[in-house]
C-alpha cells in the first residue's frame, strides 16, 4: 500500500509498505479520507511520538470502507462505510484499528464529513462532559472555539441547551462561531475575554483550554462554584506564574490536562460509545451535528494542507482526499 512518509528533514514523500495485519478485535479499512490535526504537525516536528505499539504513520482520524475484519469483531461488517478513532497510521491507504473505535458514517455525511469527525468530536465530548460534567443550562468558555475541537464542542454543548462563549482570533472565525451557535465570540486579538465576560456577568461552569500559560489564571476570574478547567494543549506555553491557588480555594474550582490519544483501547472504546449514546440520534437528523469542514485537499497535496494549519487561518478541519 501507499502512504504519507515523514524524511529526516520533515517533508512528506509517498512510501509503501505491507497492509497491516488484523487482529481477532480489528477491522481493516481502505481509507477514502485522513483528518488534518495539530497533532500531526507535532509528530512530524518529532514533538509528538506515537504510543508505544502505534503505527508511525501520521493520522489520527480517517473515514472509509472496511474490508475485513477479525474473527471476533461484532457490529461491524465487510462493506460498511465507518468513522474510525486512530492512535496512529491514518496517512495511509489502509489502516487497521480496534473495532469499537469506528463509527457508521451517517447517511447525510460525506466522506469529507467523516474524515474530520472523530478526533474533533470525540476529543470535545471527553472535554466537556468526562472532565467537565457539562450539564444542560450550563455556561462553558471555548478558546480558539473555530478550530475543529472548538465548533466540535460548541456544537456538541448547544445540542444540550449551554450558553456558549467563545475566543478566536479574527472576526470572521468569531462570526463563523456565532453561526455555529456560539452565544458570544470574543476576539482575543483586541478584546480581553476576562474583561468581557466579567462585564456581561458571565461566569463559567465549564472552561476548554488549549492555551494553558497565562490563561490559567485568567480562566480562574471567570470560574463559577465548582467549575471545572479542562486544558487541552499548551499553545500559550507550559508554565503558569504564581498560580493563584486561593483563588482554586474559594471557588472549589477543578483543574484537568488530557491527551486522548495515549490513552487505552478500553477508555476510548467507552468513550466513543458514550458519545454515540448521547449524540448519535443526531448524527443522522436534519440538524445533525456535522464537523465544520474549512477545505479538502488531495492527499497528494498534504505539504499545502499542513501548511494552511500552521498558519492558524483555517476555521474548523482541514482534510485529505484519497483518490
Known amino acids: 500500500m501507499r502512504y504519507i512518509n515523514v524524511q529526516d528533514d520533515q517533508t512528506l514523500v509517498f512510501d509503501t509498505t505491507n497492509p497491516p495485519s488484523v487482529s481477532s478485535n480489528e477491522c481493516l479499512i481502505k481509507v477514502k479520507a485522513a483528518g488534518v490535526n495539530r497533532a500531526d ?5 518529532g514533538k509528538y511520538p506515537p504510543p508505544k ?3 508511525s504513520i501520521l493520522g489520527l482520524e480517517v473515514c472509509g470502507e472496511v474490508v475485513s475484519i477479525g474473527e471476533n469483531v461484532k457490529g461491524v461488517e465487510v462493506g460498511d462505510s465507518v468513522m474510525a478513532l486512530l492512535s496512529g497510521g491514518g496517512y495511509a491507504e489502509y489502516v487497521n484499528v480496534d473495532a469499537r473505535h469506528v463509527l457508521p458514517l451517517p447517511d447525510d455525511y460525506s466522506i469529507i464529513d467523516g474524515g474530520g469527525f472523530m478526533e474533533t468530536f470525540v476529543t ?8 467537565g460534567r457539562l450539564q444542560t443550562g450550563q455556561k462553558v468558555l471555548i478558546h480558539a472555539g473555530a478550530s475543529g475541537v472548538g465548533t466540535a464542542a460548541i456544537s456538541l454543548a448547544k445540542a444540550i441547551g449551554c450558553h456558549v462563549v467563545v475566543t478566536a482570533s479574527t472576526e470572521e472565525k468569531c462570526k463563523t462561531c456565532i453561526e455555529l451557535g456560539a452565544d458570544v465570540a ?4 483586541n478584546q480581553d ?6 462585564e456581561l456577568n458571565t461566569f463559567f461552569h465549564v472552561v476548554v483550554d488549549v ?11 471567570v470560574m463559577s462554584p465548582d467549575g471545572h478547567i479542562v486544558i487541552l494543549s499548551i499553545l500559550g506555553g507550559r508554565f503558569v506564574q504564581k498560580l493563584d491557588i486561593a483563588k482554586m480555594l474559594q471557588k472549589r474550582v477543578s483543574i484537568h490536562a ?6 487505552t483501547d478500553d477508555y476510548k472504546a467507552s468513550l466513543i460509545a458514550r458519545l454515540n449514546d448521547q449524540f448519535g440520534h443526531l448524527l443522522s437528523s436534519s440538524n445533525s451535528l456535522k464537523p465544520t469542514i474549512y477545505k479538502a485537499f488531495d492527499w497528494n497535496c498534504v505539504e499545502q494542507a499542513h501548511e494552511l494549519l500552521a498558519e492558524n487561518q483555517s476555521v474548523g478541519k482541514v482534510v485529505l482526499t484519497l483518490n
Open 53 to 55: 505499539g502505534s503505527s
Open 211 to 221: 492555551v494553558a500559560g497565562d490563561y490559567v489564571n485568567r480562566n480562574l476570574s
Open 258 to 263: 488530557s491527551t486522548l490519544r495515549n490513552r
Open 193 to 198: 475575554f476576562v474583561s468581557v465576560c466579567k
Open 186 to 189: 470574543i476576539n482575543y486579538k
Open 41 to 45: 504537525l507535532l509528530q512530524k516536528a
Open 124 to 131: 470535545a465530548f471527553q472535554a466537556l462532559f468526562d472532565y
